[in-house]
């Protein structure tokens, strides 16, 4: 039997309102926040989803996103659940097959491949897991291809599946020491948050 196929779904969607600008652009430590998402997701999954929203066409020129597919959600405004829903209907009319759907998110930088591939372990059709740092549940996330339906038609505004998780058996993947779980909301102290 082969393994399972797990692809990446990067949400970047997102206009950044709270940091001044799409948190796709952000350059951290020399490379876009996108760049080095999708560099982590692909140094574990094939293939990479990219969802991109805000200034899409911007990100789309400015970062170099390798062999990632990239998808428009032009609904973005209305939050990520429009974005996750997008990933997966890519993921949906895949040509090849696609066993689950591993999410994270681009704001993110402390995420790493090791991260990734403790969740990407748990793949299977009808797989639920999630990365636990010190017990509390957080990204990457792990959708077997038979939820995606499920969480697609319950996902509301700037939620993603936590709804759609909370009443089903989901494994818990300790990710603690393997990635910093931490979010960019911000800019840290003395960054401009536009260019």
Same mark, same amino acid.
Do not use: Q
């Given at each position: ?20 600008? /799409? ?10 926040? *996108?760049?080095?998402? =999708? ?10 989803? #990219? ?18 597919? =990239? ?37 993110? /930088? ?30 990457? #996330? ?38 910093? /779980?931490?979010?960019?909301? #911000?800019? /840290?102290?003395? *960054?401009?948050?536009?260019?």
């Amino acid at each position: 039997m082969s393994a399972p196929v797990v692809a990446a779904v990067v949400l970047a969607a997102g206009g950044g309102r709270r940091y001044g600008m /799409p948190k796709a652009l952000v350059e951290y430590e020399g490379s876009l926040l *996108v760049e080095r998402a =999708v560099a982590t997701a692909s140094a574990v999954c094939d293939p990479v989803l #990219v969802v991109l929203g805000a200034r899409a066409v911007d990100v789309w020129r400015s970062a170099g996103l390798g062999n990632a597919v =990239v998808l428009a959600n032009k609904d973005w405004e209305t939050g990520m659940a429009s974005s996750l829903r997008t990933g997966l209907d890519g993921l949906r009319s895949w040509p090849g097959r696609i066993d689950a759907a591993l999410i994270t998110l681009v704001d993110m /930088p402390g995420m790493t491949p090791e991260a990734l591939a403790a969740v990407a372990a748990h793949a299977s059709p009808d797989a639920l897991a999630v990365a636990a740092y010190d017990g509390v549940r957080g990204h990457p #996330v792990l959708l077997g291809r038979e939820h995606w339906a499920g969480v697609a038609e319950t996902v509301t505004g700037d939620e993603g599946a936590r709804r759609y998780l909370a009443d089903r058996d989901v494994t818990e993947v300790d990710c603690s020491g393997l990635a910093d /779980p931490a979010d960019l909301d #911000v800019p /840290p102290p003395g *960054v401009p948050s536009a260019p």
